[in-house]
Protein backbone atom coordinates (compact mmCIF):
# COMPACT_ATOMS: atom_id res chain seq x y z
CA UNK A 1 0.00 0.00 0.00
CA UNK A 2 1.52 3.40 -0.63
CA UNK A 3 1.17 5.85 1.78
CA UNK A 4 2.48 9.57 0.72
CA UNK A 5 4.68 11.18 2.77
CA UNK A 6 5.11 15.02 3.53
CA UNK A 7 7.43 17.09 5.64
CA UNK A 8 6.30 20.34 7.04
CA UNK A 9 8.84 23.08 7.91
CA UNK A 10 6.07 24.90 10.05
CA UNK A 11 7.62 28.13 10.49
CA UNK A 12 6.31 31.87 12.19
CA UNK A 13 6.88 33.89 8.65
CA UNK A 14 6.95 30.75 5.54
CA UNK A 15 6.05 27.53 5.60
CA UNK A 16 8.00 25.01 3.38
CA UNK A 17 6.75 21.60 2.65
CA UNK A 18 9.07 18.96 1.19
CA UNK A 19 7.73 15.68 -0.61
CA UNK A 20 9.96 12.64 -1.00
CA UNK A 21 12.03 12.31 -4.52
CA UNK A 22 10.08 15.72 -5.29
CA UNK A 23 12.43 18.26 -3.24
CA UNK A 24 11.23 21.40 -1.83
CA UNK A 25 7.95 21.89 -3.71
CA UNK A 26 5.77 24.85 -1.47
CA UNK A 27 7.90 27.81 0.00
CA UNK A 28 5.05 30.00 0.73
CA UNK A 29 4.28 32.53 4.12
CA UNK A 30 2.42 31.47 6.86
CA UNK A 31 -0.20 33.99 6.51
CA UNK A 32 -3.82 33.56 6.49
CA UNK A 33 -6.70 36.17 5.02
CA UNK A 34 -10.52 35.67 6.91
CA UNK A 35 -13.77 37.25 6.23
CA UNK A 36 -13.98 39.53 9.45
CA UNK A 37 -18.39 39.01 9.18
CA UNK A 38 -18.19 35.05 9.29
CA UNK A 39 -14.57 34.48 9.88
CA UNK A 40 -14.50 32.26 6.47
CA UNK A 41 -10.96 31.44 5.16
CA UNK A 42 -10.27 33.79 1.97
CA UNK A 43 -7.13 32.91 1.15
CA UNK A 44 -3.87 31.27 2.46
CA UNK A 45 0.24 31.64 1.60
CA UNK A 46 1.17 34.08 -0.99
CA UNK A 47 -2.09 35.62 -2.03
CA UNK A 48 -2.76 35.95 1.97
CA UNK A 49 0.33 37.51 2.32
CA UNK A 50 -0.04 40.40 -0.43
CA UNK A 51 -2.77 41.04 1.74
CA UNK A 52 -0.84 42.11 4.58
CA UNK A 53 -0.75 45.70 5.85
CA UNK A 54 -3.58 46.61 2.93
CA UNK A 55 -7.14 44.74 3.74
CA UNK A 56 -9.99 46.66 4.11
CA UNK A 57 -11.60 46.27 7.76
CA UNK A 58 -13.89 43.50 6.33
CA UNK A 59 -10.62 41.22 5.85
CA UNK A 60 -8.39 40.50 8.77
CA UNK A 61 -4.88 38.98 7.54
CA UNK A 62 -3.37 36.41 10.52
CA UNK A 63 -0.39 35.11 10.66
CA UNK A 64 -1.68 32.34 12.77
CA UNK A 65 2.31 30.95 14.60
CA UNK A 66 4.07 33.13 16.73
CA UNK A 67 7.17 32.60 17.75
CA UNK A 68 7.06 29.35 16.14
CA UNK A 69 4.17 27.60 18.26
CA UNK A 70 0.61 28.00 17.38
CA UNK A 71 -1.30 31.03 18.29
CA UNK A 72 -4.62 30.60 16.39
CA UNK A 73 -5.43 26.68 16.61
CA UNK A 74 -8.17 26.81 14.07
CA UNK A 75 -6.06 28.99 11.55
CA UNK A 76 -3.41 26.83 11.54
CA UNK A 77 -5.60 23.80 10.97
CA UNK A 78 -6.72 26.02 7.98
CA UNK A 79 -3.01 26.66 6.89
CA UNK A 80 -1.79 22.55 7.12
CA UNK A 81 -5.22 21.55 5.30
CA UNK A 82 -4.37 23.91 2.37
CA UNK A 83 -0.85 23.24 2.03
CA UNK A 84 -1.06 19.64 2.68
CA UNK A 85 -4.00 19.52 -0.28
CA UNK A 86 -1.58 21.60 -2.33
CA UNK A 87 1.16 19.15 -2.03
CA UNK A 88 -0.68 16.13 -2.57
CA UNK A 89 -2.71 17.17 -5.61
CA UNK A 90 -6.01 16.86 -6.58
CA UNK A 91 -7.79 13.04 -5.90
CA UNK A 92 -5.38 10.87 -3.47
CA UNK A 93 -6.33 7.41 -2.17
CA UNK A 94 -4.53 7.43 1.24
CA UNK A 95 -3.95 10.29 3.66
CA UNK A 96 -0.27 11.14 4.22
CA UNK A 97 1.60 10.93 7.04
CA UNK A 98 3.31 14.35 7.80
CA UNK A 99 6.21 14.96 9.68
CA UNK A 100 6.30 18.49 11.25
CA UNK A 101 9.18 19.97 12.59
CA UNK A 102 8.87 22.15 15.83
CA UNK A 103 11.35 23.91 18.07
CA UNK A 104 13.35 22.19 20.45
CA UNK A 105 11.81 24.69 23.07
CA UNK A 106 8.51 23.53 22.74
CA UNK A 107 5.91 22.76 25.46
CA UNK A 108 4.44 19.19 26.19
CA UNK A 109 0.96 20.97 25.37
CA UNK A 110 2.39 23.49 22.09
CA UNK A 111 3.65 19.82 20.76
CA UNK A 112 0.30 18.23 21.18
CA UNK A 113 -1.32 21.29 19.38
CA UNK A 114 0.60 20.78 16.49
CA UNK A 115 0.08 17.07 16.32
CA UNK A 116 -3.83 17.57 16.72
CA UNK A 117 -4.51 20.54 14.38
CA UNK A 118 -2.14 18.01 11.24
CA UNK A 119 -4.54 15.22 12.11
CA UNK A 120 -7.48 17.52 11.74
CA UNK A 121 -5.59 18.70 8.22
CA UNK A 122 -6.24 15.28 6.83
CA UNK A 123 -2.83 13.33 7.97
CA UNK A 124 -3.31 9.51 8.34
CA UNK A 125 -0.15 9.86 11.18
CA UNK A 126 1.08 12.78 12.47
CA UNK A 127 5.27 12.85 14.00
CA UNK A 128 6.87 15.59 15.34
CA UNK A 129 10.46 16.32 15.21
CA UNK A 130 12.62 18.77 16.96
CA UNK A 131 14.33 21.71 14.64
CA UNK A 132 18.07 21.67 15.51
CA UNK A 133 18.14 17.62 14.67
CA UNK A 134 16.26 18.29 10.73
CA UNK A 135 18.43 21.07 10.28
CA UNK A 136 21.57 19.18 11.12
CA UNK A 137 19.70 16.17 8.46
CA UNK A 138 19.62 18.81 5.60
CA UNK A 139 22.28 20.49 6.41
CA UNK A 140 24.34 16.86 5.52
CA UNK A 141 25.48 16.76 9.29
CA UNK A 142 26.31 13.49 10.25
CA UNK A 143 24.06 13.13 13.61
CA UNK A 144 24.90 9.39 14.25
CA UNK A 145 28.38 9.65 14.91
CA UNK A 146 29.90 9.47 18.11
CA UNK A 147 31.13 13.12 17.62
CA UNK A 148 29.82 16.79 18.50
CA UNK A 149 28.24 19.46 16.19
CA UNK A 150 26.65 22.27 16.49
CA UNK A 151 23.56 23.71 14.80
CA UNK A 152 22.31 26.90 15.04
CA UNK A 153 19.04 27.54 13.20
CA UNK A 154 17.38 30.80 12.62
CA UNK A 155 13.80 31.21 11.25
CA UNK A 156 10.90 34.08 11.90
CA UNK A 157 10.40 33.45 15.42
CA UNK A 158 13.14 31.67 17.52
CA UNK A 159 16.89 30.88 16.97
CA UNK A 160 17.50 27.15 18.23
CA UNK A 161 21.18 26.28 18.61
CA UNK A 162 22.60 22.93 19.76
CA UNK A 163 25.03 20.45 20.19
CA UNK A 164 24.08 17.04 19.03
CA UNK A 165 25.78 13.61 19.14
CA UNK A 166 24.58 10.22 18.90
CA UNK A 167 21.45 11.13 17.07
CA UNK A 168 20.45 12.95 20.22
CA UNK A 169 20.54 16.42 21.53
CA UNK A 170 23.44 16.88 24.22
CA UNK A 171 23.47 20.93 24.88
CA UNK A 172 20.71 22.96 23.46
CA UNK A 173 18.95 26.63 24.11
CA UNK A 174 16.17 28.05 22.19
CA UNK A 175 15.36 31.89 22.43
CA UNK A 176 12.15 33.25 21.05
CA UNK A 177 14.27 36.26 19.04
CA UNK A 178 14.47 35.80 14.89
CA UNK A 179 13.49 37.81 11.87
CA UNK A 180 10.03 38.66 13.40
CA UNK A 181 11.92 40.21 15.74
CA UNK A 182 14.86 41.99 13.62
CA UNK A 183 11.91 43.47 11.65
CA UNK A 184 10.55 45.20 14.31
CA UNK A 185 13.40 46.60 15.74
CA UNK A 186 14.01 47.78 12.26
CA UNK A 187 10.38 49.57 12.02
CA UNK A 188 10.90 50.74 15.89
CA UNK A 189 14.44 52.13 14.93
CA UNK A 190 13.38 53.81 11.41
CA UNK A 191 10.64 55.41 13.32
CA UNK A 192 12.34 57.28 16.03
CA UNK A 193 14.69 57.95 13.80
CA UNK A 194 13.39 59.23 10.90
CA UNK A 195 10.02 60.01 12.16
CA UNK A 196 8.99 57.43 9.25
CA UNK A 197 6.15 54.66 10.10
CA UNK A 198 6.64 51.62 7.52
CA UNK A 199 5.35 48.35 8.00
CA UNK A 200 6.58 44.79 8.34
CA UNK A 201 7.05 44.31 4.79
CA UNK A 202 9.13 47.19 4.41
CA UNK A 203 11.25 46.49 7.49
CA UNK A 204 11.38 43.07 6.07
CA UNK A 205 12.35 44.44 2.78
CA UNK A 206 15.05 46.73 4.08
CA UNK A 207 16.68 43.84 6.40
CA UNK A 208 17.14 41.72 3.03
CA UNK A 209 18.35 44.55 0.66
CA UNK A 210 20.96 46.82 3.36
CA UNK A 211 20.90 44.55 6.84
CA UNK A 212 24.51 43.54 8.14
CA UNK A 213 25.02 42.01 11.61
CA UNK A 214 28.17 44.23 11.26
CA UNK A 215 29.26 47.80 10.32
CA UNK A 216 30.11 47.51 6.85
CA UNK A 217 33.24 49.14 5.41
CA UNK A 218 31.62 50.14 2.08
CA UNK A 219 27.71 51.48 3.35
CA UNK A 220 25.23 50.16 1.54
CA UNK A 221 21.67 52.75 1.39
CA UNK A 222 18.29 52.49 0.37
CA UNK A 223 15.24 54.59 -0.42
CA UNK A 224 12.18 53.81 1.51
CA UNK A 225 8.58 54.86 1.69
CA UNK A 226 6.12 55.51 4.56
CA UNK A 227 4.13 57.75 6.47
CA UNK A 228 5.52 60.53 8.31
CA UNK A 229 4.48 60.84 11.90
CA UNK A 230 4.22 64.23 12.19
CA UNK A 231 2.57 65.16 9.19
CA UNK A 232 0.90 61.97 8.19
CA UNK A 233 1.45 62.08 4.69
CA UNK A 234 3.59 60.11 2.65
CA UNK A 235 7.15 60.41 3.08
CA UNK A 236 10.32 59.17 1.35
CA UNK A 237 13.64 58.55 3.38
CA UNK A 238 17.43 56.80 2.70
CA UNK A 239 18.87 54.65 5.69
CA UNK A 240 21.88 52.90 5.41
CA UNK A 241 23.20 49.40 6.67
CA UNK A 242 24.38 51.30 9.62
CA UNK A 243 21.23 51.78 10.70
CA UNK A 244 20.22 48.39 10.13
CA UNK A 245 22.84 47.41 12.08
CA UNK A 246 22.51 49.74 15.27
CA UNK A 247 18.91 48.89 15.16
CA UNK A 248 19.21 45.47 15.73
CA UNK A 249 22.38 45.24 18.14
CA UNK A 250 19.82 44.28 21.12
CA UNK A 251 18.66 40.94 19.21
CA UNK A 252 22.16 40.23 18.16
CA UNK A 253 23.18 40.36 21.35
CA UNK A 254 20.22 37.73 22.67
CA UNK A 255 21.66 35.43 19.91
CA UNK A 256 25.10 35.22 21.15
CA UNK A 257 24.14 34.70 24.45
CA UNK A 258 21.84 31.97 23.80
CA UNK A 259 24.86 30.56 21.86
CA UNK A 260 27.24 31.27 25.11
CA UNK A 261 25.27 29.12 27.25
CA UNK A 262 25.05 26.18 24.75
CA UNK A 263 29.02 26.17 24.50
CA UNK A 264 28.98 26.43 28.19
CA UNK A 265 26.66 23.78 28.94
CA UNK A 266 28.72 21.32 25.99
CA UNK A 267 30.80 18.03 28.06
CA UNK A 268 34.62 19.14 26.95
CA UNK A 269 34.94 15.91 24.58
CA UNK A 270 32.23 17.72 22.51
CA UNK A 271 33.70 21.06 22.60
CA UNK A 272 36.95 20.49 21.22
CA UNK A 273 34.90 18.62 18.50
CA UNK A 274 32.94 21.54 17.82
CA UNK A 275 35.83 23.73 18.01
CA UNK A 276 37.51 21.62 14.98
CA UNK A 277 34.77 21.20 12.97
CA UNK A 278 32.76 25.04 13.44
CA UNK A 279 29.10 25.66 13.65
CA UNK A 280 26.91 25.47 10.99
CA UNK A 281 23.90 27.84 10.53
CA UNK A 282 20.80 27.29 9.08
CA UNK A 283 17.29 28.87 8.20
CA UNK A 284 15.74 32.23 6.22
CA UNK A 285 17.18 34.65 8.93
CA UNK A 286 20.74 32.91 9.07
CA UNK A 287 21.45 34.50 5.73
CA UNK A 288 22.00 38.03 7.33
CA UNK A 289 25.35 39.58 5.96
CA UNK A 290 27.89 38.78 8.31
CA UNK A 291 26.29 36.88 10.88
CA UNK A 292 28.59 34.18 10.46
CA UNK A 293 31.65 36.71 11.27
CA UNK A 294 29.81 38.11 14.72
CA UNK A 295 28.93 34.73 15.90
CA UNK A 296 32.73 33.72 15.25
CA UNK A 297 33.97 36.78 16.66
CA UNK A 298 31.88 36.31 19.86
CA UNK A 299 32.77 32.58 20.71
CA UNK A 300 36.07 32.45 19.18
CA UNK A 301 34.35 29.23 17.22
CA UNK A 302 34.24 28.92 12.95
CA UNK A 303 30.65 29.64 11.69
CA UNK A 304 29.47 28.34 8.66
CA UNK A 305 26.58 29.18 6.60
CA UNK A 306 24.77 25.48 5.15
CA UNK A 307 24.45 25.22 1.86
CA UNK A 308 20.48 26.12 0.89
CA UNK A 309 20.04 27.47 4.70
CA UNK A 310 16.43 28.00 3.77
CA UNK A 311 15.64 24.24 2.95
CA UNK A 312 17.61 22.83 5.61
CA UNK A 313 14.71 22.34 7.85
CA UNK A 314 12.42 21.36 5.19
CA UNK A 315 14.39 18.86 3.51
CA UNK A 316 15.66 17.22 7.07
CA UNK A 317 12.04 16.75 7.47
CA UNK A 318 11.33 14.68 4.98
CA UNK A 319 14.55 12.71 5.04
CA UNK A 320 13.41 11.46 8.40
CA UNK A 321 10.08 10.47 7.20
CA UNK A 322 11.51 8.79 4.46
CA UNK A 323 13.69 6.48 7.28
CA UNK A 324 11.71 6.86 10.10
CA UNK A 325 13.71 3.81 11.74
CA UNK A 326 16.52 5.12 11.44
CA UNK A 327 15.57 8.08 13.39
CA UNK A 328 12.96 6.99 15.68
CA UNK A 329 14.72 8.25 18.57
CA UNK A 330 14.75 11.74 17.24
CA UNK A 331 10.65 11.76 16.71
CA UNK A 332 9.01 13.38 20.07
CA UNK A 333 5.31 12.66 19.41
CA UNK A 334 3.31 10.49 17.15
CA UNK A 335 -0.25 9.85 16.28
Keep these: MFIPKIGIDLGTTYVLVYVPKRGVIINEPSVVAVSAADKRILAVGNEAKDMLGRTPDTIIAYRPLKDGVIANFRMTEAMLRYFINKALGGARLFRPEVMVAVPGGIT ?124 GLPRVANVTSDDITEAIQHEL ?23 EKGMVLSGGTSQLRHLTDLFSQATGVPAFLADDAQYCVARGTGIALENLASYKRSVLTTR
Design 108 to 231: SVERRAVVDATIRAGARAAYVIKEPIVAAIGADIPIGSASGHMIIDIGGGTMEAAVISLGGIVSADSVRIGGNKLDAAIADFIRRKYGLAIGERTAEDVKIQVGSAMYLKDKLDMDIKGRDMVT
Design 253 to 275: GGMVSALKEVLNNTPPELSADVM
